[in-house]
């Protein structure tokens, strides 16, 4: 997508991908039961994105549960390995629309009352939320990333990314195009980015994801 074609309201096919992105993720975390496997719950959640009217998925959706929680990559394939009733699980979801836009959605979950997985959970959600609302038009990726890395240094986490990142560029029909949101991307964000803290310990992690439009005057983040 070219500049001139970058306007402050995100387009309409964006907005579509993106909505059915976030229903798929935030579905499957409600039917994710304990007993249930991580590809029990990869052929619901694919199954899902057809159901919701996308096409298929521009890369492999991602479930993991447990210390499968500790990668969250194209390349991680669902195990049989259980959900526990006390236990975290991530849902990574990538539709795409009969037009051909993309969507990027990640959603962690909790079973049962674990006092240090609620904490994790809580506070990915409070790092997510203060990277979301520093989202300005005209920053560059490396300075989104230091909003993260000032609230990641508060808590006893570290980044599980294998690539040392918090998201991508993203348009119809293709990603990565302007790199990554990672603390040497200087690129001014322009049109959609994926951001996806993920942060964890030795035995778990956890992460949020959405997207956000970067206009000429304002940053819109799609719900």
């Known amino acids: 997508m070219t500049d001139h074609e970058i306007t402050d309201e995100p387009p309409a096919g ?39 009217g996308a096409v298929g998925t521009w890369t492999p959706t991602t479930v993991g549960f447990g210390i499968g929680t500790l990668s969250c990559f194209p390349t991680d394939v669902p195990t049989d390995r259980a959900l526990w009733n006390l236990d975290l699980g991530m849902i990574d979801v990538h539709p795409v629309t009969v037009d051909g836009w993309w969507g990027d959605c990640t959603r962690s979950f909790q079973r049962g009352d674990n006092h240090a997985q609620r904490e994790a959970l809580a506070t990915i959600e409070r790092i997510h939320a203060t990277v979301l609302a520093a989202a300005e038009p005209g920053m560059r990726a490396c300075d989104w ?53 993920f942060i964890g310990n030795h035995l778990y992690g956890v992460k949020r994801e959405d997207v956000v439009w970067f206009g000429p005057t304002k940053a819109t983040v799609i719900r």
């Open 145 to 197: 990333f230091g909003v993260f890395s000032d609230e990641l240094a508060k808590t006893p986490y570290v980044l599980l990314d294998r690539l040392s990142n918090i998201g991508h560029s993203l348009t119809a029909n293709s990603s990565y195009d302007d790199g990554y949101i990672d603390a040497s991307n200087e690129t001014v964000m322009r049109g959609a980015w994926a951001v996806e803290p």
């Open 14 to 52: 964006l907005v579509a991908a993106q909505r059915i992105a976030i229903k798929v993720a935030e579905a499957g975390t409600e039917a994710a039961v304990a007993g249930q496997t991580e590809r029990e719950l990869h052929r619901i959640i694919d199954q899902m994105v057809l159901d919701a």
